[in-house]
Structures are given as structure tokens and as C-alpha cells.
């Protein structure tokens, strides 16, 4: 028997086990939860005449649990890897004391080899908001028979797995693809058959097992690509791990299977806990899978570490949905300020340089300039909205400047500045001349524009903002 999947708030209780030889198994209970991820809470007696608790005093008071534990449960066991202690509370009388760990990583089975080795695994299976809209495959295809009045008759089912896409990654090999499954539900009133077409992230080494956060590291990357590309926090749901120390058996221990278990991470835990978004609520990606392809996936890959200060600022904001505007303005500015730095020089930037040196308007102009966007007439030039965005960073950034500048014009850059970085990652791909052409034309900048109009200004050549019904400055 086997535990398929922890439901979050779920505790199961069962017997753990350190690997130790002649140690006493201990009563613990496995506890899934938002606050704390999977935590591990060990009972035990603190007065204990007779020795039997003596090894777990020693985990809690040292602060030195095993790295490696077992939980076996009347489902099937659980691995616990990468253990720390949390906390324990010691009852000095014949009260039950209660000690408490947290997993790096806890896999839903047992694993086979020595008991101390560090988790490595195969492969890894993992799902993430916004996986199947994206890559728009499916495994799923339906054939309906009617009759002569246009009546369904007949419906049939094909599921068929298409070609995975497939790209690289240093050492590693990445894939997406769609997975289908069935299952089959009958109670004493209901039967139903449920099909199920998801689209799944993989990954494997070249040199074989790797740790999970190699694995992670590599399909995070993938993770960040869609938070910019739908602008909005794309959530690890699932993990599932492959490996050969991992299997299945006969009751006569002959291995028969190995099998994808579930894998639960400290990492992205708390990712399972947040809502889940509908289509209307994950919006329209800039870019789809088909238009960026493997090619695109590898020239992302390739190029993260080197532009990781530009990514993961703006990654972190654009996940957060009620992020203050004043928050979108520091994070986005300091995305373009290291993407400035590493675009280098552009023709014109001179004009944005204070006392004779690059400036963080130059910075911005960098990108601005790259990315050659299609203003209107709300803008009057790169030179001066890179100005703009300086300023009303500088003004939200350093208190000697006095109040906050104008709500109205932070959120004018907040937004625009959002866009920028979003666009700046399409550039990554190395797609851009072709992913960025509507923009460049000014097609794709309606929403912009009308925001701009519904504040009524526009941003002049010296960064400043002027009243569109007059020549005011604000």
C-alpha cells in the first residue's frame, strides 16, 4: 500500500524510524499545513526511567534530529530528508513532552540503499499555474456521431500523449508535455469516469541523480518566465520524482515498477495553499509556447544567471497581487538598472547622464532604447521617459526628497514600468524582433494609453509630467 497524495490540513500518525539499529520506533504525527509546510511532531517522555525515550531527548535537546527519518503509517510510509529541528517543549514531571522537525523534502514512499545518503532523484515531474493555457497541448481529442437532426448520439474519447517539447539546459534536459490519465468514481448513487489532460514540467540530468534543488533550479527558471509572461504569481502545485531507489514490489520483494511518487518541498509548499486562478484571472500570456518554442525555452535558460538581478526582482513583484504601487515602481526600477547595466552602452544615452557620467535614467534609457516601443503621443521620447522613471524612483526612494510624489504619476510608471520588464523578458528569449514587433508599432499599447488618458498627461522630453488640457507642470 502507498500514500498517492498529502491533502493540505491532513495528519497521519505512525511509527518513525531513524535508520539506527536497535533503536525503538516513536509515535509521531505528520502534520501538512499553510503555516508551517510539513512538520513533524514527535511525543515523547522526558521523565523516562527506563531509556526508551533516550535517543529523542537526545534529537531535541542537542537540536540534532536526523537528517534522514521514516514514517511508517497504516497507508504506506513517508520519507523525511533534510531534517532540522523546530521546537520542543520538555515536561520536567510525567507530562508528555513534544518535540518538533521540518522536512527539506518528504517523498511519499520508502526508498531503497543506505538509510543516511542524501536525496537524489532522477527525475522530476512537476505542474504550475498556467502550464496548459501556455503551452496549448493537449492529449485529449474527441470524435461526436450525430444523427439526421444534428442530435449527439455517440461521443468517442482518443487520449494520445503528443510529441513533448524538449530543450536544454547545461547539464540538464527540460521537457513539457500533456499527461493523461483515468479515473474511475462510483458510490451508491453516482458513476462517473473522469479524464484528466494536464501538461507537465520534467527534468533529468546527464550525469544521472541529482538533488531535488538541482531539479528545482533548473524548472524554476521556466516558473519566473511565466510570471513575467502573464504577469502575475504562477504557483508550483505539484512535484512528482522518479528513481531507481524508489520502487514498487512483489510480496515476494521482486521490483515490478518504478513509480512517480509525490514529493512535497519546503520550497514551494506554501505555493499549493494559494488559490487556485481561473482563466479569466490568469489573463492573456504576451507570448505562448508555440511563438517562443525550444529554442526561446533555451536561450531563457541560458541567459538566467547572467541577467538574475534584472529577474528576480521584478519576478517577486509581479507575484505579489496586491503589491503597493510604490513597491512595482522600486522593484521593476531595479530590474532596469542591472539590465541597463548589462546592455551596455546605447546611441543617444549621453543625453541622460549626470555630471558627465551614466545615471539611473541612463540605465533606464538602455532598455528603453532596446526595446524600441511605439509610443504615442503620451510619451515625447525615450530620453524623457527614462527621466520620469528615475525621478518618481528617486522621489518614493530617499526621504530627504520630501512627500511621496504624485499618486496618479506613480502609478502611471508603476503600470508602465511593469510592462517594460515583462517586454525586457521576451527580449531574453531571443525572440524579440519578432515578439515585440506590435509593440514596437504601438498595436498591443491601447490599455497603456487609455491609462495615461484617464489621468490626462503626458510625459515630456525633460521627464516631467504636464497637464494634457494645458502647459502646467507638475
Given at each position: 500500500?502507498?500514500?498517492?497524495k498529502l491533502i493540505p490540513g491532513e495528519r497521519l500518525t505512525g511509527h518513525l524510524v531513524d535508520g539506527v539499529p536497535d533503536t525503538p520506533?516513536?509515535?509521531?504525527?505528520?502534520?501538512?499545513?499553510?503555516?508551517?509546510?510539513?512538520?513533524?511532531?514527535?511525543?515523547?517522555?522526558?521523565?523516562?526511567?527506563?531509556?526508551?525515550?533516550?535517543?529523542?531527548?537526545?534529537?531535541?535537546?542537542?537540536?540534532?534530529?536526523?537528517?534522514?527519518?521514516?514514517?511508517?503509517?497504516?497507508?504506506?510510509?513517508?520519507?523525511?530528508?533534510?531534517?532540522?529541528?523546530?521546537?520542543?517543549?520538555?515536561?520536567?514531571?510525567?507530562?508528555?513532552?513534544?518535540?518538533?522537525?521540518?522536512?527539506?523534502?518528504t517523498v511519499l514512499s520508502s526508498r531503497d540503499g543506505d538509510f543516511a545518503d542524501e536525496l537524489t532523484v532522477q527525475t522530476v515531474r512537476?505542474?504550475?499555474?498556467?502550464?496548459?493555457?501556455?503551452?496549448?497541448?493537449?492529449?485529449?481529442?474527441?470524435?461526436?456521431?450525430?444523427?439526421?437532426?444534428?442530435?449527439?448520439?455517440?461521443?468517442?474519447?482518443?487520449?494520445?500523449?503528443?510529441?513533448?517539447?524538449?530543450?536544454?539546459?547545461?547539464?540538464?534536459?527540460?521537457?513539457?508535455?500533456?499527461?493523461?490519465?483515468?479515473?474511475?468514481?462510483?458510490?451508491?448513487?453516482?458513476?462517473?469516469?473522469?479524464?484528466?489532460?494536464?501538461?507537465?514540467?520534467?527534468?533529468?540530468?546527464?550525469?544521472?541523480?541529482?538533488?531535488?534543488?538541482?531539479?528545482?533550479?533548473?524548472?524554476?527558471?521556466?516558473?519566473?518566465?511565466?510570471?513575467?509572461?502573464?504577469?502575475?504569481?504562477?504557483?508550483?502545485?505539484?512535484?512528482?520524482?522518479?528513481?531507481?531507489?524508489?520502487?514498487?514490489?512483489?510480496?515476494?520483494?521482486?521490483?515490478?515498477?518504478?513509480?512517480?511518487?509525490?514529493?512535497?518541498?519546503?520550497?514551494?509548499?506554501?505555493?499549493?495553499?494559494?488559490?487556485?486562478?481561473?482563466?479569466?484571472?490568469?489573463?492573456?500570456?504576451?507570448?505562448?509556447?508555440?511563438?517562443?518554442?525550444?529554442?526561446?525555452?533555451?536561450?531563457?535558460?541560458?541567459?538566467?544567471?547572467?541577467?538574475?538581478?534584472?529577474?528576480?526582482?521584478?519576478?517577486?513583484v509581479l507575484s505579489r497581487k496586491r503589491a503597493y504601487i510604490e513597491d512595482r515602481v522600486i522593484s521593476t526600477t531595479i530590474s532596469m538598472?542591472?539590465?541597463?547595466?548589462?546592455?551596455?552602452?546605447?546611441?543617444?544615452?549621453?543625453?541622460?547622464?549626470?555630471?558627465?557620467?551614466?545615471?539611473?535614467?541612463?540605465?533606464?534609457?538602455?532598455?528603453?532604447?532596446?526595446?524600441?516601443?511605439?509610443?504615442?503621443?503620451?510619451?515625447?521620447?525615450?530620453?524623457?521617459?527614462?527621466?520620469?522613471?528615475?525621478?518618481?524612483?528617486?522621489?518614493?526612494?530617499?526621504?530627504?526628497?520630501?512627500?511621496?510624489?504624485?499618486?496618479?504619476?506613480?502609478?502611471?510608471?508603476?503600470?508602465?514600468?511593469?510592462?517594460?520588464?515583462?517586454?525586457?523578458?521576451?527580449?531574453?528569449?531571443?525572440?524579440?524582433?519578432?515578439?515585440?514587433?506590435?509593440?514596437?508599432?504601438?498595436?498591443?499599447?491601447?490599455?497603456?494609453?487609455?491609462?495615461?488618458?484617464?489621468?490626462?498627461?503626458?510625459?515630456?522630453?525633460?521627464?516631467?509630467?504636464?497637464?494634457?488640457?494645458?502647459?502646467?507642470?507638475?
Amino acid at each position: 500500500m502507498a500514500i498517492e497524495k498529502l491533502i493540505p490540513g491532513e495528519r497521519l500518525t505512525g511509527h518513525l524510524v531513524d535508520g539506527v539499529p536497535d533503536t525503538p520506533y516513536q509515535a509521531a504525527i505528520l502534520d501538512l499545513s499553510e503555516q508551517h509546510g510539513v512538520r513533524v511532531e514527535v511525543p515523547y517522555v522526558g521523565h523516562d526511567e527506563s531509556g526508551q525515550f533516550k535517543h529523542v531527548k537526545d534529537w531535541f535537546r542537542n537540536e540534532a534530529t536526523p537528517k534522514n527519518l521514516v514514517l511508517h503509517t497504516a497507508d504506506g510510509p513517508v520519507s523525511f530528508f533534510g531534517n532540522r529541528w523546530t521546537a520542543h517543549s520538555e515536561n520536567t514531571g510525567r507530562n508528555v513532552s513534544l518535540g518538533k522537525l521540518s522536512p527539506a523534502e518528504t517523498v511519499l514512499s520508502s526508498r531503497d540503499g543506505d538509510f543516511a545518503d542524501e536525496l537524489t532523484v532522477q527525475t522530476v515531474r512537476s505542474r504550475l499555474d498556467g502550464l496548459n493555457e501556455w503551452t496549448r497541448l493537449t492529449a485529449t481529442d474527441d470524435e461526436r456521431e450525430t444523427d439526421d437532426e444534428h442530435r449527439v448520439q455517440a461521443v468517442t474519447y482518443k487520449l494520445r500523449s503528443p510529441d513533448e517539447v524538449r530543450w536544454r539546459d547545461g547539464h540538464a534536459t527540460l521537457s513539457l508535455r500533456a499527461e493523461w490519465t483515468v479515473a474511475e468514481h462510483t458510490d451508491g448513487y453516482n458513476r462517473a469516469v473522469e479524464l484528466l489532460d494536464n501538461v507537465i514540467l520534467e527534468s533529468q540530468f546527464d550525469d544521472g541523480p541529482r538533488t531535488f534543488f538541482d531539479h528545482f533550479a533548473a524548472q524554476r527558471k521556466i516558473a519566473s518566465l511565466l510570471q513575467f509572461l502573464y504577469g502575475q504569481q504562477i504557483s508550483f502545485r505539484e512535484h512528482k520524482v522518479q528513481d531507481e531507489r524508489f520502487t514498487s514490489r512483489l510480496m515476494g520483494g521482486k521490483v515490478y515498477a518504478y513509480p512517480f511518487v509525490e514529493l512535497i518541498s519546503e520550497r514551494t509548499v506554501r505555493e499549493r495553499f494559494t488559490p487556485i486562478p481561473s482563466r479569466k484571472e490568469l489573463g492573456r500570456a504576451i507570448a505562448h509556447l508555440q511563438q517562443i518554442g525550444p529554442e526561446g525555452l533555451e536561450a531563457w535558460s541560458e541567459r538566467y544567471d547572467t541577467w538574475t538581478r534584472f529577474i528576480l526582482p521584478s519576478a517577486g513583484v509581479l507575484s505579489r497581487k496586491r503589491a503597493y504601487i510604490e513597491d512595482r515602481v522600486i522593484s521593476t526600477t531595479i530590474s532596469m538598472e542591472a539590465a541597463g547595466s548589462i546592455i551596455g552602452e546605447r546611441p543617444g544615452e549621453r543625453e541622460t547622464y549626470g555630471r558627465g557620467r551614466p545615471s539611473t535614467a541612463t540605465n533606464i534609457y538602455r532598455c528603453l532604447d532596446l526595446l524600441q516601443i511605439g509610443w504615442g503621443s503620451y510619451v515625447e521620447s525615450n530620453v524623457g521617459l527614462a527621466r520620469a522613471i528615475a525621478n518618481n524612483y528617486n522621489d518614493v526612494k530617499h526621504a530627504d526628497r520630501g512627500e511621496f510624489p504624485n499618486s496618479e504619476h506613480t502609478y502611471l510608471i508603476s503600470v508602465t514600468n511593469s510592462l517594460l520588464v515583462r517586454l525586457l523578458a521576451l527580449h531574453l528569449t531571443g525572440k524579440g524582433d519578432e515578439l515585440l514587433a506590435p509593440y514596437r508599432s504601438g498595436d498591443e499599447l491601447w490599455d497603456l494609453q487609455q491609462r495615461y488618458d484617464n489621468v490626462g498627461v503626458l510625459v515630456t522630453n525633460a521627464g516631467r509630467w504636464r497637464d494634457v488640457a494645458g502647459d502646467n507642470h507638475a
